[in-house]
Structures are given as C-alpha cells and as structure tokens.
C-alpha cells in the first residue's frame, strides 16, 4: 500500500457530506465528530485535530488498516489508542482518537456526531427511557459514558445487535452507520429528527452584563444560547453543578463557574482555580446572562455556544448524570486530548 494507495471514489462523496455536517454547530462543534469509509480493506477517517468543516477545502482524511486495528482492540491493554500506529501514511496526520469506534461497525460508512439534541437526552438520567420512546423504529442502542478510545469501541461493539446502526453514546453524542454516503446522510437527518427539541430562551440583561465585565470578560452576543442558561435557575445549577460531555471538559473545562454577587471576572477565575480546575472561557451572571473571555480559543468558542445549545433543550425538572472528577481528570490528563487541544490552540 504506502506511496501506491489512492482514495476510493466515496472518499470525495464523504468529504461532501462531512462539510455539511461540520457546518452544523447543532451537530459538530470545533474539531469534534468525525466521519469514516471503509474500502478494500483500508478505513479512511478523518485526522485527529482536523474540522468536519474543513472536508473540502483540505485533506483530512487518513488512510488506516482496519485489519490491524481490529486486531489491536482484541487486545484489553491501550495499543488501539496509538492510532498513529495504524496510518498507512506513517508521519503524516494522526487518525481520530475514535478510529477505534469505527473500525468496531462493519458498515461501510460511519458518521459519529456531538449532535445537540443527542446530547440533551443522553445526559439526562432517564435518557434510555426517553431514548425508547424517541427511537421506536430504529435498531438502536445506548452505552453508558465510557471514555472515548478503545474502552468505548469496546463498549460499543458489545452493545450492537447485528443490525444497529444507531447508536446513542450517553453524556457524549451519537453515530450512525450505512453501506453509502447517502444512506448515512439519510439516517442521520432520521435520528436527529426524532431527538429534536424546540430549546427555551432567555434575553440577556445588556446594562446588567455590562457592569459585571472586566478583566478580559465581556458579554456575547445578544443571540447567543449561553445567556438562556444564566436567565434560567434550574439551568444555571445544572451548568454549575459539573461536566456533562467530554468535549466541554477538554476546551471550557471543569462544569461552568458562575459569577457570585459583588465578585470580579478575576476573583471567580482564581476561585476556580485554587480549586484545582482549569481557566474558565465563560462566566454566568445569574439573571443577566453570559460573558466570555477575550482571546478564548476556537474550540473553547464552540464549546461554549454547544453548552447553551444543550441545556437549552434540558427541560425543567430532568434530572443530569455529570462526568466524575476522575472521568474530568483522565480527559485532561490524556496524552492523546493533549495533541488535540495544541492543535486547537494553534490554530
Ligand atoms: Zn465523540
């Protein structure tokens, strides 16, 4: 293979595909979700770090051998976590950190989504209840969180019947699988369909944002989906009580901090801080709305929009399973996360 491989003619149907759907805060945030096809014995999958978004204006695809990373996953220790291993153009782009998860499907195309609309169920503790009611008609299944990798691929291959092609990941987003693009993209649409909820809204107090910013802090834009969580007390707790989906730990960090009456931008940061917890980009004024910290990167900015899209569609009286602080830590402590957030912080 090597230097004679050539991308097979879905490739260029999938990169299609995979802009769209990377246009979509609602389905993919920053550098999240990722998009496969399998051909000839050869899985193409987007590179860790790349955009959806960026399908057609750059190469995001890496080639990997799907024989040698199914075989590595029948192995309990971490070696499927070493995707660069399994690249078939060794020093190029590393493989997604989820290539595991999709080498576990035989289906010939696998789309896996941090689709809000999932997440908003798949976080609640009565979302395989819902999810039953949501998902009549489909041949779906729910796995628990499980951090993402081979520990997750492994989680996932269990729970599939031998037909699933939809799967809900709990406190993290959805995939999907079909034999062609299209049938994917068709699906897709389905799902999302059938999860869908009209979010709740909340208007911002300008004047009352205003007062509070300082210290790199000011507000967002009026339209912005954060501000309906501040505006909303029961959403507002549940922002503050902790981390709800890998990606908000990895680019906002642990839970969100809210902004305590007669407390500065700088005195909350460092509050959070002396707790051991990761620089916040955003902070929650109660009543008031969102602000957000000059210079916050690409994917804490998308992120912290993903944060408003969930809760909003969180409605009142549901009650949430959040990440244990030993799931934040292993996220922040993870070598292959690190590579992506440099990536991120680059960019
Ligand atoms: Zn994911």
């Known amino acids: 293979m090597g230097e004679t491989l050539t991308a097979p003619m879905c490739l260029a149907e999938l990169a299609r595909f995979s802009a769209r759907v990377g246009?979509?805060?609602?389905?993919?945030?920053?550098?999240?979700?990722?998009?496969?096809?399998?051909?000839?014995?050869?899985?193409?999958?987007?590179?860790s770090g790349t955009l959806l978004a960026d399908a057609l204006a750059k190469d995001i695809f890496v080639p990997c051998d799907l024989a040698?990373?199914?075989?590595?996953?029948?192995?309990?220790?971490?070696r499927a976590d070493q995707t660069e291993a399994f690249s078939l153009r060794p020093g190029g782009l590393r493989p997604s950190i989820e290539t595991s998860l999709h080498?576990?499907?035989?289906?010939?195309?696998?789309?896996?989504?941090?689709?809000?609309?999932?997440?908003?169920?798949?976080?609640?503790?009565?979302?395989?209840?819902?999810?039953?009611?949501?998902?009549?008609?489909?041949?779906?299944?729910?796995?628990?969180?499980?951090?993402p990798g081979a520990l997750l691929a492994r989680a996932v291959a269990a729970a599939?019947?031998?037909?699933?092609?939809?799967?809900?990941?709990?406190?993290?987003?959805?995939?999907?699988?079909?034999?062609?693009?299209?049938?994917?993209e068709?699906?897709?649409?389905?799902?999302v369909a059938a999860l869908s909820v009209p979010p709740r809204r909340g208007k911002p107090d300008p004047q009352a944002l205003a007062a509070r910013a300082a210290h790199g802090f000011a507000a967002l834009p009026a339209d912005h989906p954060l501000h309906t969580v501040a505006i909303h007390p029961d959403l507002l707790r549940a922002a503050e009580?902790?981390?709800?989906?890998?990606?908000?730990?990895?680019f906002c960090?642990?839970?969100?901090?809210?902004?305590?009456p007669h407390e500065t931008p700088a005195q909350a940061v460092a509050r959070h801080v002396a707790a051991g917890r990761p620089k916040p980009p955003f902070l929650l004024v109660p009543g008031a709305g969102a602000l957000m910290k000059a210079g916050a990167s690409a994917g804490a900015v998308a992120l912290t929009r993903c944060l408003g899209d969930v809760l909003s569609r969180v409605p009142e009286g549901a009650t949430?399973?959040?990440?244990?602080?030993?799931?934040?830590a292993e996220l922040l402590d993870w070598d292959a996360e690190k590579y992506r957030l440099a990536l991120d912080a680059a960019r």
């Not at 949430?320 to 934040?328: I, K, P, S, V």
Request: hydrophobic share 55%; proline share 5%; glycine share 10%.
């Open 241 to 250: 009580a902790g981390s709800l989906y890998p990606d908000h730990v990895l």
């Open 186 to 191: 068709t699906l897709l649409g389905r799902v």
């Open 103 to 147: 080498a576990v499907f035989p289906h010939a195309v696998v789309v896996h989504v941090h689709c809000v609309n999932t997440i908003a169920l798949a976080i609640r503790t009565d979302s395989p209840k819902v999810l039953t009611a949501k998902l009549a008609g489909f041949d779906w299944a729910f796995v628990p969180y499980t951090k």
């Open 253 to 260: 960090g642990v839970g969100a901090v809210v902004l305590h």
């Open 23 to 47: 246009a979509d805060p609602l389905l993919v945030q920053g550098a999240g979700g990722n998009t496969s096809v399998k051909a000839d014995g050869v899985m193409w999958i987007k590179a």
């Open 160 to 184: 599939m019947g031998p037909a699933t092609d939809v799967l809900v990941l709990g406190n993290h987003g959805l995939i999907v699988a079909a034999e062609t693009v299209a049938a994917a």
């Open 320 to 328: 949430l399973t959040y990440l244990t602080l030993a799931q934040n």
């Open 68 to 78: 040698a990373m199914r075989a590595a996953l029948a192995h309990p220790d971490g």
